[in-house]
């Protein structure tokens, strides 16, 4: 028995757009034409937040100690919970709690035993449409994916007996900043 591979304890998504009240036929300025109404008016914002905890992982041991063919989990020996002060990028799991089963033997470490680290991302995107029929409109959009350049970081190393054993060493994606245009008829 264990935690599936997508399984995630918590998960928060809000999304919202909102298309701001300027511009002909809105609220505020119904009736600006020309110049006016294609530089205030039509605006619209939009975003999405994202917050995830973390993503179940296992631990293998380097090698096949059980003679098996295949990965072997390694023996739980301690507590697995990061010691007090410990940099989480250097070591995010307490790697003194593992060790390498004795030959020709499993470990007793379930599978899917630890928790990686949580995720929060913000998308953010403001548009401006522009009427050029009543039939066709052209929206231009400006979209920033990760607005805050958070750092999302990855599952640690897993394998017992190598350098990044319990260290992470990448994150997810940056900041990604594009622009699109959309022609709707």
Avoid: C, Y
């Avoid at 989990?73 to 003194?96: H, S, Y």
């Avoid at 390498?100 to 449409?129: C, Y």
């Amino acid at each position: 028995r264990a935690l599936d591979n997508q399984h995630r304890k918590h998960r928060f998504v809000a999304s919202g757009m909102w298309e701001l009240p300027f511009g002909a036929g809105r609220r505020w300025g119904a009736d600006w034409t020309g110049l006016t109404n294609a530089l205030l008016g039509g605006w619209g914002v939009a975003g999405i937040v994202r917050l995830t905890s973390g993503q179940p992982f296992g631990l293998t041991v380097q090698g096949d100690p059980a003679n098996i063919g295949q990965g072997t989990r390694p023996n739980l020996v301690g507590d697995p919970t990061r010691p007090e002060g410990a940099n989480e990028l250097e070591e995010f799991f307490n790697t003194a709690a593992f060790e390498a089963p004795e030959p020709f033997t499993f470990g007793n470490l379930a599978r899917n035993a630890l928790i990686g680290p949580s995720a929060k991302v913000v998308d953010f995107a403001t548009f401006k449409q522009f009427m050029v029929t009543d039939a066709v409109t052209v929206q231009f959009r400006f979209e920033a994916f990760n607005l805050f350049n958070t750092p999302n970081f990855v599952l640690p190393g897993s394998v017992l007996g190598t350098p990044q054993f319990g260290q992470i060493s990448s994150a997810g994606r940056a900041r990604n900043l594009q622009f699109g245009l959309k022609i709707v008829f």
